[in-house]
Structure formats: C-alpha cells, structure tokens
C-alpha cells in the first residue's frame, strides 16, 4: 500500500440509481485526530489531507448518483426517472473513488445536495449535507463567503426539519436540533433568532439528558449578552 495514502480504506457501495457497485475512500478511524472543535461541532484534523469530511459522499463513477449515509433508500415515485434525466444522462464517467482533493470534494457535496433536492430528500439530512460543505470550506480555510452561504441553507433545512419533525426517527434529538439552529443563526448574524433557540434549549434542562448541550446554550446565550452589554 502507498505509505501516503494507508489512512484510507476502501468501502464497497451499491448504487441505488444503476445497481452497479464501486469503491468509495473512508479515513480510518485510528487516524481521525481532532484538535479543535467549533461550537456548531465542526473539528478541525491535526492534517488537512486526513479530513473525513473529504469522503463523507459518495459519488457513483457509472451514473453520479451521489449520496451519503444519512440520505434515505427511499425514493419517491418518479424520483428515480427525474435523477436519470437530470444527472445520468448528461454524466461523464469521472472517479471520485481515489484520493479526493478539495476541489473533487465540494463537487462531490454538490452532486449529493442535487440528487437528495430531486428525491425530495428529508430536511434534517439536506441539512446534513449543507452543513458540512460548510465546514469543508472553514476547515480549509478557503471562501468564508461559500461558508456563511452554505451555512444559511443548513439552517433553513434544519428550521424545516425541526417545524415538519422529520428529525425524529433519526439519531438527532430535539435538544441536539434546537442547540445547532441557534448556534447557526448567531453564525449569520441573526441574533433575536438565536437567543430564541437558545432559551428554548435552557427551557428543556429538566427533561433532557443531552446537560452538555444544555450548558453550551446557556454558554452562548451568555457570551451573546456580553456583547451586547459591552457594545
């Protein structure tokens, strides 16, 4: 194996659009060192070339259906023949299945937000998917401009998801969801916004679990009163 490239390993994946089965890069765990973690939960990897984030889609080289694994199997009608004419049929066959620089990444989110918009993907997995473009882009350190734009898409996602519930069979929980729609709105400038979500999370200490998540609204709500005073 290339000494260069033994953080990654191979994973098998069957395409849901063409049923040919390829090869997608993952990181290895043992070599995911975070060092920093934002408060809306982006890490930051001792190494830029060892960022999961850089494989987190996958992208088939035969029709480009692209996916990741919090996107549902569940294809509503027409869907499939939609994603065919769409993606398929103007496809030229490219391989995102080898070492992914930054460039093949942000394609790769793309190509996923694309299909997931056309199957009429859930909220809180669009979410997903526009979030962690975002924290491509911070973590790299490239285009704060494509950051905040991607970042103001998550939270609509994540604003819709939390009003239609369709979070709720999935491993996010309401305190999780209410804590990252206020950290998000602080991040875009909507201040009235994120103290409503904030409080709404402080309001819930008493039934949850999640007292981590409890305290870092209570963090936030805070450090935003501070501002305000000191301005």
């Known amino acids: ?20 089965t390829f090869l ?16 809306d939960f982006c890490s930051f990897y001792t190494s ?17 259906f692209s996916t990741s ?17 769409k993606i398929c049929d103007n496809w030229n066959s490219k391989d995102y299945g080898q070492e992914r620089t930054l ?17 009429k993907e859930k909220h809180i997995a669009l979410g997903g ?3 962690r473009l975002a924290w491509l882009y911070r973590t790299e350190r490239v285009n704060p401009q494509e950051e905040q734009r991607f970042l103001r898409l998550a939270l609509d996602e994540y604003i819709q998801s939390y009003s239609v519930g369709d979070f709720s069979d999935t491993s996010f929980s309401e305190t999780r969801l209410l804590y990252l729609i206020g950290d998000l709105s602080k991040r875009v400038g ?22 981590g998540i409890v305290q870092m609204a209570k963090d936030r709500w805070s450090e935003m009163r501070e501002e305000k005073r000191s301005s």
């Open 129 to 131: 998917l526009y979030l």
């Open 190 to 211: 909507l201040e009235g916004q994120a103290i409503r979500y904030f409080s709404r999370v402080i309001e819930k200490q008493k039934e949850t679990i999640e007292k």
């Open 48 to 64: 830029t070339n060892i960022n999961p984030l850089l494989y987190y889609v996958s992208v088939c080289p035969t029709c480009g």
């Open 1 to 20: 194996m290339n000494k260069e490239l033994e953080y990654l390993y191979d994973r098998e994946v069957e395409c849901k659009i063409c049923e040919s």
């Open 103 to 119: 460039d093949m990444a942000i394609s790769s989110y793309k190509l996923a937000i694309y299909c997931a918009t056309i199957k």
């Open 24 to 39: 997608t890069k993952k990181v290895r765990s043992r070599f995911i060192r975070a060092h920093q973690h934002d408060t």
């Open 69 to 85: 694994e919090e996107c549902s199997d569940y294809f509503p009608p027409m869907s499939k023949d939609l994603i065919q004419q």
